[in-house]
């Protein structure tokens, strides 16, 4: 059987556990451009609940958060989930492009792993210059993935040998970025 897809949140970069815990939302930039992202509900986000506690409302949030469309993650799921998206691009209200990315992202396992790593991949030679990132075939998704993993195994080992038992280990950089306002 293949593996489970794994959802994170775009906002807060975790893991979304739960999938009733997540959301596709639908955000409109102000140049027009539209994007898609999942997303935990704000109420159980590490990123944002805390503007919601004590009862209250949305308007502690960055507007961007605040007004845009979101739906519950698992109707973009399955079979009916990839007709949904499908559907939204058709109808031009997803663009192209993001919504081909999200239903990759939403069907494929693996596959967020793979596009944050492919630019790095095709710098270092691992795809050669014939692989298009944006389309992968499944021997290109496994070979990025399997670079990926060596790579973090090996980063394991140095810090093993390398840092006295004392000291914890490093954290791993944070990756929220401070745009939240
Ligand atoms: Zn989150």
Request: hydrophobic content about 40%; overall charge negative.
């Given at each position: 059987?293949?593996?489970?897809?794994?959802?994170?949140c775009?906002?807060c970069?975790?893991?979304?556990?739960?999938?009733?815990?997540g959301?596709?939302?639908?955000?409109?930039?102000?140049?027009?451009?539209?994007?898609?992202?999942?997303?935990?509900?704000?109420e159980?986000?590490?990123?944002?609940?805390?503007?919601?506690?004590?009862?209250?409302?949305?308007?502690?949030?960055?507007?961007r958060?605040a007004?845009?469309?979101?739906?519950?993650?698992?109707?973009f799921?399955g079979?009916?989930?990839?007709?949904?998206?499908?559907?939204?691009?058709?109808?031009?209200d997803?663009?192209?492009?993001e919504?081909m990315?999200?239903?990759?992202?939403?069907?494929?396992?693996?596959?967020?792993?793979f596009?944050?790593?492919?630019?790095?991949?095709?710098?270092e030679?691992?795809l050669?210059?014939e692989a298009?990132?944006?389309?992968?075939?499944?021997?290109?998704?496994?070979?990025?993935?399997?670079?990926?993993?060596?790579?973090?195994r090996a980063?394991?080992?140095f810090?093993?040998?390398?840092?006295?038992?004392?000291?914890?280990?490093r954290?791993?950089?944070?990756?929220?970025g401070?745009?939240?306002?």
């Amino acid at each position: 059987m293949a593996r489970p897809v794994v959802h994170w949140c775009d906002d807060c970069q975790l893991r979304i556990d739960d999938v009733a815990d997540g959301l596709v939302a639908r955000e409109e930039l102000f140049n027009g451009r539209v994007i898609l992202r999942v997303v935990h509900r704000p109420e159980v986000c590490p990123r944002w609940r805390h503007k919601l506690a004590h009862g209250q409302g949305y308007e502690n949030l960055p507007r961007r958060v605040a007004g845009r469309d979101s739906f519950p993650l698992r109707e973009f799921l399955g079979p009916f989930g990839m007709l949904r998206v499908l559907a939204s691009i058709a109808a031009e209200d997803y663009p192209e492009r993001e919504g081909m990315e999200l239903l990759k992202r939403l069907q494929v396992p693996d596959y967020l792993a793979f596009s944050n790593a492919v630019d790095e991949a095709v710098r270092e030679g691992v795809l050669g210059p014939e692989a298009d990132p944006l389309h992968p075939t499944l021997w290109e998704l496994r070979t990025v993935l399997e670079w990926r993993a060596g790579l973090a195994r090996a980063d394991e080992e140095f810090l093993d040998v390398f840092e006295p038992p004392t000291v914890a280990k490093r954290k791993k950089p944070d990756k929220g970025g401070g745009d939240d306002e």
